[in-house]
């Protein structure tokens, strides 16, 4: 099989590796480089910046393989993203379980509520099961409400920092690595996922789930599979979210929060797990670049003390742009660009009539 950039396959067995070519080992060890570096040059803003993108790529990835490889739509991304949350708040509450241990109960959690509201997804499509996955936000924002309610944390569950191999991760340049190599590691296995027999399912099921069932693909189970793992690898990152703000309340988890992690994956690119991580860093970045473009305006100082309302009305308007525009998102801007450049000078030109 050939690239368009010339690069040829003369194995099967190479459909299989994740970098296929020397570009791409020098790119990813550039990449590695950088990640590594940056903590050295960085400063505290810069640091929690990244840490945000660590933990949105995680969320952002979680959201892709359901929707974007399998096709079932979920606005209740911020729902298992608080059950995640609330499960090491509570079990380090009530009974100081330690971080290696609350990691896996999230993802226990994240496991059952995958199933519970994967199941309507047997039935419902669309509209449909979007409303019934919303219901998941709801669900879990009161039963969280209820327990800060009965327990008197008013303000919110506080954490103190974990200890990871006898390392506290209190700093901002621990927890950089820590999260840095918790996205790494999401990525990695949603790519090799997505390459497996139940990644193949899902595409099948979302590009035609009546034929993908004639084919022998057991749809049901594909479906409720994509629930359960996209819902186990949110509720962990809701976790990891937890221990880094050392704090847990419902108001951080709003239906705002849903909205912005498919605003993630619309602007990345559906379907592209490249595509999850540049929307993730994207939205990210996005009302910090805004402020700043605000307050270099003139008469701009206004704007940015109602930041929130800017940002939202902002935020609608480039997801619209998206759509109409690059509905292939960030990430088919990024095939572009290196196509280009694979193929210069050698411009592709319409053929003649």
Known sequence: ?????????????????????????????????????????????LLDLANQFFLASIGAIALMLLTGLAGQVSLGHAGLLAAGAF??????????????????????TGAVLGVVFGLPSLRLRGLYLA???????????????????????????LIDPPSLFGWELYSGIAWYYVLAAAAAATLLFALNLARTRTGRAWRAIRDHETVAGALGIDVARGKLSAFVISSMITAVAGALFAYYRSFVSVEAFSLFLSIQ???MIIIGG?????????????VTLFPYALEAVLRMLPGGA???SAIFAVNYAAFGLVMILFLVFEPLGLVGIWHRVRDY??????????ALR
């Open 270 to 282: 559906i379907g592209s797990l490249l595509g999850a991580v540049l929307g993730a860093g994207f």
């Open 302 to 304: 206004a704007f940015a």
């Open 1 to 45: 099989m050939a690239h368009a950039s010339g690069y040829f396959r003369t194995d099967y067995r190479r459909d299989l590796w994740l970098l296929d070519t020397r570009a791409q080992h020098v790119a990813a060890a550039a990449g590695v480089a950088v990640v590594v570096l940056v903590p050295a040059v960085a400063s505290p803003f």
């Open 261 to 263: 992690y498919v605003a």
């Open 131 to 157: 409303v019934s996955t919303l219901a998941l936000h709801f669900v879990v924002v009161y039963l969280g409400h209820e327990y800060e309610t009965k327990r008197g944390y008013s303000t919110g569950i």
């Open 87 to 108: 499960t090491a708040g509570i079990l380090f509450k009530e009974f100081d379980a330690p971080f290696w241990l609350t990691i896996p109960a999230a993802a226990m």
């Open 341 to 350: 450049f694979l193929l210069w000078p050698f411009r592709q030109r319409p």
